[in-house]
């Protein structure tokens, strides 16, 4: 890929990125979008919609730009939880580990890959025209001495992170204790669920609960509960809280519509009675279902509690029966990160759901190598004419080869990227899991493997086949063809950190989807007194994009160090957006880390 091509990408990608930001510096001012940029402000009390015209507010501003950086660690803690601080840290140990090796890439490495003369000599006159193969260590001639300069960076650079993460690790883990003793102890941290309970002829679950732990565990045990099967009384309750919340909004908005026209006849009615008569509806009938709980089937499962801690994790890590399918045991989670579903299937059916859910990730593994292929004949101009000889004449003008070589292919796989995480969530939660949060550790880690299989191996392989067809005829030559192909991707790699890095970041800072969401609702909705969601960062999105992007700044720091400044942007712009998406208007799980 040519420098012009990749300095195309940047541009566009720039350009976006400041429109995002001017774009979100007026929308958060404006009181109709409160409930998008701002909505835990929203519904802690904290701000107030303000219908009086204001032009100031029309004007782009970078007010938040100081709040988000003097966001101390102690105020994103107590605001947002650890899972906060941890997630910011990990974007701060990238910032620290690049900024090191974008020293020694910049000031270093790349003088001495571009005083070779391996591929050949670099033309600074007409560097627009030039490859960023130049840059990389393929052009370093074969048997200089001045390689021995990036085995030693490499040693430098795997120092400095080892005692980096030796570091965070401290740090991070006399936070977690130092968060554990602060806090109240949790209904959780006593109980232990346990499934697949074998029941005897004549006797219930609830029975066989209370004979073995009495037996077994005297000093500890102290009750449980048998889990059934009720997913209509949860249903009622969850809209009852639905409806208890629009009440609250309702009567803590003065400006706010009191009714509405409902009929055929446009009838006014007030929200306030009419969602009073509602709830008490509901309440009737969570009550009438509540009695007859009893009359449930079980699940063969219940929630174990016991006097102590210490008594609880001796249950959990010690093995109940022979039988290593009967009396399992897991850690409860907290109670509003339980998942219902699979709190009745059985240990094969959990087995067979594990097994198939595996198979239905090689096989999105696969099928995803389409798009990788097509996006690697995009960077080759010449393939890209060979496939397509029609628009050969529109391929010959400058700028469109550009964009079409440096920018659409990198768009392109991160648009097809952009449906792996739910997809992914959505296999996870089939896996049976009992708790939100492990359903979104599994997803992570499902996205991430995903990512660097997909995106990595397969971008360097397929950009090998396509361009070296001659590499699978003479096996003996695989290691040094590799070792040209490979630096070779980094232009497109670069590109990537762009679109992928620069653009999606600013695109989380004005929330397009959401913003989107919003007008929708306004236009079509019949009312807009529905409560205020706040969201959550998805993880399972954002943390395999972060690890992805350490993976090719180590990867191609000695490689190509070309891509290191790149990087070193995205993660300034994550460090100060995120942050100040933590101030502001997202809501963080305290469960994913701790």
């Given at each position: 890929m040519l420098v012009s091509a990749i300095l195309t990408s940047v541009g566009i990608n720039s350009a976006l990125c400041v429109l995002f930001v001017v774009l979100y510096s007026i929308l958060k001012k404006q009181p109709s979008y409160y409930e998008v940029y701002i909505p835990r402000l929203l519904t802690e009390g904290n701000s107030k919609r303000r219908s009086r015209f204001n032009l100031e507010r029309l004007i782009p501003s970078t007010g938040w730009l100081p709040k988000a950086w003097k966001l101390s660690e102690e105020e994103m803690l107590s605001s947002s939880g650890l899972d906060a601080v941890v997630y910011m840290r990990t974007i701060t140990f990238c910032l620290k580990v690049f900024s090191f090796a974008g020293i020694i890439g910049i000031f270093i490495l790349l003088p001495v890959n571009c005083s070779g003369t391996e591929l050949h000599q670099i033309d600074f006159e007409d560097l627009y025209s030039n490859s960023l193969d130049v840059f990389?260590?393929?052009?370093?001639?074969?048997?200089?001495?001045?390689?021995?300069?990036?085995?030693?960076?490499?040693?430098?650079?795997?120092?400095?992170?080892?005692?980096?993460?030796y570091h965070e690790y401290n740090y991070i883990s006399s936070k977690r204790i130092a968060y554990f003793y602060s806090s109240k102890p949790q209904p959780h941290q006593f109980t232990i669920l346990v499934r697949n309970i074998p029941v005897s002829a004549g006797s219930s679950v609830s029975d066989s609960v209370e004979s073995f732990f009495t037996e077994y565990y005297p000093t500890t045990y102290l009750s449980h509960i048998v889990v059934r099967r009720t997913s209509q009384v949860q249903s009622l309750i969850n809209d009852a809280k639905q409806l208890y919340r629009r009440l609250l909004h309702l009567q803590s908005e003065p400006s706010e519509q009191k009714y509405k026209q409902v009929g055929l006849f446009e009838k006014k009615v007030d929200l306030l009675d009419h969602y009073g008569k509602r709830l008490e509806d509901l309440e009737q009938n969570a009550r009438l279902e509540q009695s007859e709980v009893s009359l449930a089937?079980?699940?063969?499962?219940?929630?174990?509690?016991f006097k102590t801690r210490y008594g609880a994790s001796t249950v959990f890590h010690l093995q109940q029966s022979t039988n290593p399918t009967h009396w399992l045991t897991e850690e409860a989670p907290q109670p509003n990160d339980v998942f219902w579903p699979f709190f009745s299937s059985s240990f094969m059916g959990r087995w067979i759901s594990k097994l198939l859910v595996v198979v239905a990730c090689i096989l999105l593994t696969i099928l995803f190598l389409i798009p990788v292929v097509v996006v690697?004949?995009?960077?080759?101009l010449s393939q890209l004419e060979v496939w397509f000889p029609f628009l050969k004449s529109i391929l010959t003008l400058a700028f469109v080869s550009q964009i079409v070589t440096g920018y659409l292919p990198s768009l392109i796989l991160m648009l097809f990227l952009k449906i792996v995480p739910p997809i992914m969530e959505f296999l996870s939660s089939i896996q049976g899991y009992i708790s939100h949060s492990e359903i979104e550790r599994s997803a992570c880690n499902k996205v991430?493997?995903?990512?660097?299989?997909?995106?990595?191996?397969?971008?360097?392989?397929?950009?090998?086949?396509?361009?070296?067809?001659?590499i699978v005829l003479d096996p003996k030559n695989i290691p040094a063809k590799l070792a040209v192909v490979v630096p070779a991707q980094a232009s497109f790699f670069i590109?990537?950190?762009?679109?992928?890095g620069w653009t999606s970041t600013s695109s989380e800072l004005f929330r397009i989807i959401p913003l989107i969401c919003s007008l929708m609702t306004k236009c079509c909705a019949e009312s807009t007194d529905d409560e205020i969601e706040v969201p959550s960062i998805p993880y399972h999105r954002d943390i395999?994009?972060?690890?992805?992007?350490?993976?090719?700044?180590?990867?191609y720091f000695f490689l190509a160090p070309v891509i290191l400044p790149f990087l070193l942007v995205y993660f300034c712009l994550a460090y100060i957006i995120f942050r100040n998406q933590v101030s502001f208007p997202f809501l963080f799980f305290l469960s994913c880390f701790l």
């Open positions: 990389t260590i393929s052009n370093v001639n074969r048997g200089s001495k001045w390689l021995w300069i990036h085995f030693s960076s490499v040693y430098a650079i795997t120092i400095f992170i080892c005692y980096l993460l089937k079980d699940t063969h499962a219940a929630f174990v509690s690697q004949g995009l960077t080759n991430l493997w995903f990512t660097v299989w997909n995106i990595f191996f397969a971008t360097v392989f397929s950009g090998s086949v396509l361009n070296q067809i001659s590109a990537y950190v762009v679109t992928s395999p994009r972060i690890l992805f992007f350490g993976l090719l700044g180590i990867a």
